[in-house]
């Protein structure tokens, strides 16, 4: 298969890269570096700058994953512009250069986030729930969403995936908690009552990678473990397995007053299910979460 992704040099992209270039199929990634292409994600990937390099080359699928990333800075208006220009903004000109195109892949996987249902509270959140609040975060995925859903008037079969929080050995989120925790600097966050969706990032690269083949797929797939956990299970889970103690809470307030809007991708939560992937046969490879941490920190 020819596989064009955006977003291919970050966390997931990078995964998918390694699985699908190691079973020969073509990878071309749209990146703002392209000359790193190679080197962060396999020396048979093509990077490419602009999608017009693709010209009329086949292409079998499309990966949309690119953002800038959501939790590196406090959301001022100007950051959330980017974060609404680097998905959006990207989303549409795919879109728009898809439709100029005469052959058309036969699917478009597209990135979103579980905070597309906001704060859910106690709710149980499968994908025929309706968004629960109306944050930034919830407004942002809901654009991505719907951008990407215009391809299906080209006749693409559109996945979204809502994506939990993604837990990769030495990346991602893990890279910034673990140094604290190993500093016994771990707590909870505001009340750690929220619930916490969480993905292994080998289930991530699993499901998605299902989602691409599954011809039958379509529309929104929660991209989750099962079993989601809250907030003060996740911090003792992760304090144990680094046997540290994890004891400095974060209060709300302090949260709120560091980050301001933001906070609430730490405060609010989603007690979501991967309702859909299940229904479909997709088979987790880690659920429980004690086990998926074992497996990440073997290493560290
Ligand atoms: N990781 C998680 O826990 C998680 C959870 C929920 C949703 N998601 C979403 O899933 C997507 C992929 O996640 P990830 O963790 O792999 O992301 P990541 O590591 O932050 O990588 C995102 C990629 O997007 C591109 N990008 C960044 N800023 C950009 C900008 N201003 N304009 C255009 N492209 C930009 C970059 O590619 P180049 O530098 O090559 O251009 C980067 O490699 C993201 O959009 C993220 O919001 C992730």
Redesign the pocket.
């Known amino acids: 298969m020819h596989i064009l992704l955006t977003?291919g040099?970050?966390?997931?992209?990078r995964g998918l890269c390694h699985l699908w270039a190691g079973q020969g199929h073509q990878l071309t990634v749209l990146?703002?570096?392209p000359e790193r292409v190679a080197e962060l994600c396999g020396a048979k990937v093509r990077g490419i700058a602009a999608l017009a390099e693709v010209s009329d080359e086949p292409l079998d699928a499309v990966i949309n994953?690119?953002?800038?990333?959501?939790a590196d800075k406090p959301w001022s208006s100007e950051r959330k512009t980017?974060l609404w220009s680097?998905?959006i903004g990207?989303t549409e000109e795919l879109v728009a250069w898809l439709g100029q195109r005469a052959q058309k892949p036969a699917v478009l996987v597209s990135?979103s986030?579980v905070g597309w249902y906001g704060d859910g509270g106690e709710r149980e959140l499968a994908e025929d729930v309706p968004q629960v609040t109306n944050d930034f975060a919830a407004q942002l995925c809901n654009a991505w969403e719907e951008a990407a859903m215009r391809a299906e008037a080209q006749g693409i079969r559109v996945v979204l995936v809502r994506?939990?929080?993604?837990l990769a050995n030495k990346q991602?989120?893990l890279k910034r908690l673990i140094p604290l925790y190993k500093m016994c600097m771990g707590g909870n966050v505001g009340s750690g009552r929220q619930w916490m969706p969480w993905v292994h990032l080998a289930d991530e690269i699993g499901a998605i990678d299902f989602l691409m083949h599954h011809q039958s797929a379509s529309g929104p797939y929660n991209v989750c473990s099962p079993h989601p956990v809250r907030n003060r299970e996740f911090t003792y889970e992760l304090a144990h397995a680094l046997s540290r103690f994890a004891v400095l809470p974060v209060p709300s307030i302090v949260l709120r007053m560091a980050l301001g809007e933001m906070s609430g991708l730490l405060l609010a939560g989603q007690r979501c299910v991967p309702q859909r992937l299940l229904d479909a046969g997709y088979k987790f490879r880690f659920t429980r979460l004690d086990v998926a941490l074992a497996d990440l920190l073997s290493t560290h």
């Open positions: 977003g040099t970050g966390l997931i992209g990146s703002r570096t994953l690119a953002g800038e990333p959501i980017l680097s998905r990207l990135g986030a994506t939990g929080l993604v991602g989120f």
